[in-house]
């Protein structure tokens, strides 16, 4: 085809046909009067198609037409040697009528003999992967700042219904939903609303309402069926009451993803569109990212709520052991000496008409005044060991090795004394562990250890018998554990079955 490459060198006409860019060379009336296999391919014309059409037909589209043809009629009038000098970014049309992004620059090609006319030639770059390239780096980089915000409000602990609120206002802009919501699990046939996000103007579920499952076949129930990300792409004809709820509130698309919580289905985060199209593909996984950082947020409340529930434990502990007290000094020490003061009220009425009365009496006001001492040392000793404030712990716990029957080899490094409360703690382990290990563990010798270490005071229990200790299974172990968590502390019980017990206690000495 005869125009101003090809009629030029070979080598004109290899640069013409190797560019990754579409070439079009113009005349001065702005006519095309050749192009490159590149343009055929883009425009999805053929060559004979596009020769002699106008270059501003063939690339812009109608209402932009005009401006660019007196643009290009001002640069072919002026003579100046660039026409378009920097690339411009309009869309462009192919043969089928759609459009797809293009840059052109256009420059003015030397022409060998002047007066001759002036040819132009275009350079057309197809920018659609470009322009989607830059499009999913800035989606991306508006997910990665929200998933910012959002594990920022989790390290923070805020509340779980702020963590609620924040991640599905974010989920809902940044997929370009009109609401979005939290929803947890009831059991197969409901789900509780706990929180959501809605677009100006658009209605939603109400935050607090439950919603039937059973009845449809919702993204709701899809994800409880298969406990994986699930999608619907419209409400349109679809059965029962939340479907038709939905529906009625003009929504089409709804996708989400499930939450887990310790393994187990806790609920869902889920978003749905009023627009006609369903989300792009993909979105489901997006959406489980958000879903990762709510389950977090959740642990972190559940934690929180152990904790709580760890110190009101020992509270009530502490409550009923001061009620045993109560009861014990009551029934015990406090009868004996009623008994005791009647006793000496009935020897001193003897003492002048019936002295040997008065004296049997008397020794009996004494063994009964030897009997409530030792109930008194007894409960008092229950309640703090003397040997423990007196001479700390390695004395302390030496006597109560000394009081098992087994053999117990104690190791206790310590040169200086924590506080009260570790020491006590510390104490009361050892007690619990050995008491446990004679009445279960079928060994005939333990090992108890006690070391500060790295700002902790560890104390070990150890024995080599039967194994299977299970903390659920009494209050003795637990009750420790809360003793310690309470501190700050850590207990830990390893207890394969046949290979003996540890029992370990890492508290904070400051
Ligand atoms: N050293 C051990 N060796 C083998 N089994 C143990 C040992 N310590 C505890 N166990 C087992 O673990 C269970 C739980 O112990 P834990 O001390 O929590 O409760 P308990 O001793 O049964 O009751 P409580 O301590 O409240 O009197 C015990 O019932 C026992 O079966
Ligand atoms: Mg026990």
Redesign the pocket.
């Known amino acids: 085809m005869p125009g101003p490459i090809s009629d030029g060198d070979a080598r004109a006409r290899t640069l013409f046909d190797a560019a990754f860019d579409a070439i079009v060379t113009m005349d001065s009336e702005g006519r095309i009067t050749e192009v490159n296999a590149v343009a055929e391919r883009i425009f999805g014309r053929r060559a004979q198609d596009m020769i002699g059409q106008d270059l501003a037909e063939l690339i812009i589209p109608e209402d932009l037409r005009e401006p660019h043809r007196h643009g290009l009629a001002k640069y072919l009038s002026t003579g100046e040697a660039k026409v378009v000098d920097h690339p411009l970014e309009m869309p462009a049309l192919r043969a089928d009528g759609t459009e797809f992004p293009v840059e052109l620059a256009i420059r003015r090609l030397p022409v060998p003999a002047p007066p001759a006319p002036p040819l132009f030639i275009g350079f057309v770059r197809d920018i659609t992967e470009r322009l989607r390239t830059e499009q999913d780096m800035r989606e991306l980089a508006a997910e990665q700042a929200a998933l910012h915000r959002v594990a920022a409000l989790v390290a923070r602990g805020v509340p779980l219904r702020e963590v609620v609120d924040a991640v599905t206002e974010e989920i809902g802009r940044l997929l370009g939903a009109q609401t979005s919501n939290c929803i947890r699990y009831e059991g197969p046939g409901s789900a509780g609303v706990l929180g959501g996000w809605n677009a100006p103007g658009v209605n939603s579920v109400p935050v607090g309402s439950s919603v039937r499952l059973d009845d449809a076949d919702t993204t709701a129930a899809r994800i409880y069926r298969t406990r994986q990300p699930a999608r619907l792409d419209s409400y349109e004809g679809q059965e029962g009451e939340l479907a038709a709820l939905l529906r009625d509130m003009g929504f089409h698309a709804s996708v989400g993803a499930p939450i887990f919580l310790e393994g187990e289905l806790w609920g869902a985060l889920l978003v749905s569109s009023v627009n006609a199209e369903p989300f792009p593909p993909g979105v489901e996984h997006r959406i489980a990212a958000f879903a990762e950082l709510t389950a977090q947020a959740l642990a972190n409340a559940e934690a929180r709520e152990e904790l709580r529930a760890s110190r009101a434990s020992i509270v009530e502990s502490a409550n009923a052991a001061r009620r045993r007290i109560e009861r014990d000094l009551h029934d015990g020490a406090q009868q004996r000496l009623v008994a005791l003061a009647l006793t000496l009220r009935r020897a001193s009425a003897l003492l002048d008409k019936d002295p040997a009365a008065a004296h049997d009496a008397l020794a009996e006001a004494s063994d009964g005044l030897d009997q409530a001492l030792a109930e008194l040392r007894e409960l008092a000793r229950g309640i703090h060991p003397a040997i423990l404030s007196e001479y700390g712990l390695p004395a302390a716990l030496a006597a109560l090795a000394d009081r098992v029957p087994i053999i117990v080899d104690c190791d206790v490094r310590l040169t200086e004394r924590p506080r009260e409360p570790i020491e006590a703690a510390a104490y009361y382990v050892v007690a619990?562990a050995l008491?446990?290990v004679v009445?279960?563990a079928g060994a005939e010798e333990a090992r108890v250890t006690a070391e500060r270490t790295d700002g902790y005071l560890r104390v070990e229990v150890a024995d080599t018998g039967s194994g299977g200790a299970d903390p659920s299974s009494?209050?003795?172990?637990r009750g420790l554990a809360d003793r310690v968590e309470a501190l700050g502390g850590r207990l830990e019980v390893r207890s394969p079955a046949g290979k003996g017990t540890l029992v370990r206690a890492e508290l904070p000495w400051a």
């Open positions: 619990e008491t446990n009445r279960y009494g209050s003795g172990l």
